[in-house]
């Protein structure tokens, strides 16, 4: 009797168990819904681009003079400022070149000496032909005056006042005096081609001159610049060259001369971002006046939006591998109107200068690569809600909003969609801009980011 008192005990638990059992509904762990929240806050919608940090201005230093490298005083890193000697070149080349041109200057000079004293002694030729003229000239007057008497007296019929010797001489005596007169005009004439000639040789000599006394003066600049200066003040990036070689100068070498090293002015650095062609007008619109391209009518347009207008703050977010818990502040430069197609792909990309204004600027190495963070639309202090609880329902948006379950249902877990008007998006938090229809929203509602499974959808599985 016990036996069986026991075992209606065993079957009336089996029974009890079994009843309860079926009134609960099991939900597998994959089935379970997950929940967020609506909460307030800002939004900001980044368009992010890569590109290398640069400094304000990098130069390439090539010499002024030849010869062999001498002394070396500067490394990778070093800092020199204008006017520090960066290189020293041995000057025993530039000093024999120099000597060659002082040579040739005091060569020229002389010539030019020389043409000078044939200039004077052509005027003085000329001043002795014209005195043998009046000479002559003065001589003419006296025969011709003997032969007008004597040629008169023959036309009264005194052929007896002079003989026939006296009037054959006087007559040879005065064609001899007017071809003296014409040969003393002769050579006063080439005097003066003598003197043209002699001032002509003096002008040539005088541009030989001044040409022998600039390459004196390029050769002296040479020899000075046999210590290379700084032309500003700056970091050495670059060193190409070492103490014994040989290099040639930048003015003189037709090969452009030997690179020595780089300098690069980091009080001021800046990232060239690559900016891909879909985001190039978000970013234009978001960028200060002064870095558009100039184009009149581009910048006309953008001062017009005055709404636009006020968010053209054109600062941006920079970030980089070597310090991954930093950011860097910076400020758009400069846009640039000409894409460019990347290489191994098919994309247009658009340069974009960005100046680093962050006060800890001088951590960023240069040539380290940076991501450039543009905020092209932001909401702040807006009612958001998780970007995976934003559902479709009959072809509205919406949330599904967490509920009790209805009495009687078959369901553990209650909702109902809720029509809603959204706005931007980061891809974590969409902006809720307004609720459609009756319902609401308020902050700390629960909402869906998951829905549960139903139980015909449970048994389907």
């Known amino acids: ?179 003296q007169q014409e040969s003393a005009r002769i050579a006063i004439r080439s005097a003066e081609l003598s003197k043209d000639d002699a001032a002509t040789v003096v002008a040539s000599q005088q541009a030989t001159v001044e040409a022998t006394r600039k390459a004196l003066e390029d050769e002296d600049s040479r020899l000075r610049k046999t210590s290379v200066l700084a032309s500003l003040d700056a970091i050495v990036t670059k060193v190409s060259v070492q103490p014994g070689m040989l290099v040639q100068s930048g003015t003189a070498s037709i090969m452009g001369g030997t690179a020595l090293m780089m300098l690069a002015d980091v009080s001021q ?69 000409q894409g460019k197609l990347n290489v191994g792909s098919s994309i247009i990309q658009f340069d974009v200068h960005v100046e680093i204004t962050d006060p800890q600027r001088h951590m960023l190495p240069l040539g380290a690569q940076a991501q450039v963070e543009f905020t092209v639309e932001s909401a702040v202090g807006v009612l958001c809600v998780p970007a995976e609880s934003v559902k479709t329902f009959e072809e509205q948006r919406g949330v599904w909003v967490k509920r009790p379950p209805e009495s009687g249902a078959d369901e553990k877990f209650g909702k109902k969609f809720v029509p809603c008007r959204f706005g931007i998006s980061d891809g974590e938090h969409t902006e809720l801009v307004a609720v459609l229809g009756e319902g609401h929203l308020k902050e700390g509602d629960e909402i869906y980011t998951k829905l549960p499974q139903t139980a015909a959808e449970m048994q389907h599985d």
């Open 269 to 337: 650095k800046k990232v060239i971002a690559k900016l891909d062609e879909a985001d190039y007008g978000r970013v234009l619109n978001i960028s200060p006046i002064d870095a558009l391209p100039d184009m009149p009518e581009l910048r006309e347009v953008a001062r017009q939006d005055a709404e636009q207008l006020a968010k053209r703050s054109g600062t941006v977010r920079i970030t980089v591998d070597a310090f991954p818990d930093k950011s860097f502040e910076g400020r758009i430069e400069r846009v640039e109107p």
């Open 1 to 179: 009797m016990k036996k069986w008192l026991i075992l209606l005990g065993v079957v009336l638990l089996v029974v009890v168990i079994w009843y309860f059992a079926r009134r609960q509904t099991f939900t597998p762990p994959w089935a379970e819904p997950k929940f967020g929240k609506v909460i307030r806050g800002d939004i900001k919608v980044p368009i992010t681009a890569s590109g290398l940090i640069h400094p304000a201005q990098e130069v390439e230093v090539k010499p002024e003079a030849s010869g062999i490298i001498q002394e070396l005083p500067v490394v990778e890193g070093t800092y020199v400022h204008k006017g520090d000697a960066i290189a020293i070149i041995n000057p025993e080349d530039e000093q024999r070149l120099r000597d060659r041109a002082k040579a040739e200057f005091d060569r020229s000079k002389a010539m030019l000496d020389q043409a000078e004293v044939a200039v004077e002694r052509a005027a003085v030729g000329i001043d002795a032909a014209k005195a043998h003229l009046e000479e002559i000239t003065a001589q003419g007057e006296v025969v011709a005056f003997e032969l007008k008497k004597i040629e008169d007296a023959l036309k009264a019929g005194k052929v007896d006042i002079y003989s026939e010797q006296q009037v054959h001489d006087t007559r040879a005596q005065y064609r001899m005096n007017v071809s």
